[in-house]
Antibody, heavy 114, light 112 residues
Framework: EVQLVESGGGLVQPKGSLKLSCAAS????????MSWVRQAPGKGLDLVAD??????????YYADSVKDRFTISRDDSQSMVYLQMDNLKTEDTALYYC?????WGQGTLVTVSS | DVVLTQTPVSLLISLGGQASISCRSS???????????LHWYLQKPGQSPQLLIY???NRFSGIPDRFSGSGSGTDFTLKISRVEPEDLGVYYC?????????FGGGTKLELK
């Protein structure tokens, strides 16, 4: 059974930091590009960051809104993907999903508020 | 970035009826390798998105044949026949032909 389990969300003050983690199992993790997609309350889906597989040299992509603040990484030996979020802003408040195209986690909620 | 415009924004359908959702792209979604990476997802209330259709017209594992995708270039359509209660939610198209990949704004399917 494919599973993607996110963790690390929570309440943080503006300018604070959080690190999200995603544990993957049940599929060939090493062959998949992995992404973080967020959904603000009542809104649609937005790609936040993406990291390719080793075959594509672990290339990364960041949405303009998070560039220079967020860092995506992966550990293929542990089937984990991470999102380090620094200098958080109130507009980063959202449910953050870890996804491998066909497979999605249940999301972890990040709330940025003073 | 590629903009995907979904219409309608909301759709009222009777049980057993047929729904049609359009997804139009600001540029062609045909990749240089000849494939078209336009996909459809359904997000049921309180759940994460689930893949329905990949590469325009291929049903993902376990997706009933009531769901069908079609289209080419910049115009794509998702059709749902014989709508059932479990089909309700928000449908999104997603393109992965061009970086960054982008989602449509969503179409909410509700019961009439």
């Amino acid at each position: 059974e494919v599973q993607l389990v996110e963790s690390g969300g929570g309440l943080v003050q503006p300018k604070g930091s959080l690190k999200l983690s995603c544990a993957a199992s049940g599929f060939d993790f090493n062959s998949y590009g992995m992404s973080w997609v967020r959904q603000a309350p009542g809104k649609g889906l937005d790609l936040v960051a993406d990291i390719s597989s080793k075959s594509y040299n672990y290339a990364t992509y960041y949405a303009d809104s998070v560039k220079d603040r967020f860092t995506i990484s992966r550990d293929d030996s542990q089937s984990m993907v991470y999102l380090q979020m620094d200098n958080l802003k109130t507009e980063d408040t959202a449910l953050y999903y870890c996804t491998a195209f066909a497979y999605w986690g249940q999301g972890t909620l990040v709330t940025v508020s003073s | 970035d590629v903009v995907l415009t979904q219409t309608p924004v909301s759709l009222l359908i009777s049980l057993g009826g047929q729904a049609s959702i359009s997804c139009r792209s600001s540029q062609s979604l045909v990749h240089s390798n000849g494939n078209t990476y336009l996909h459809w997802y359904l997000q049921k209330p309180g759940q994460s998105p689930q893949l329905l259709i990949y590469q325009v017209s291929n049903r993902f594992s376990g997706i009933p044949d009531r769901f069908s995708g079609s289209g080419s270039g910049t115009d794509f359509t998702l059709k749902i026949s014989r709508v059932e209660p479990e089909d309700l939610g928000v449908y999104y198209c997603l393109q992965r032909t061009h970086n960054p990949w982008t989602f449509g704004g969503g179409t909410k399917l509700e019961l009439k």
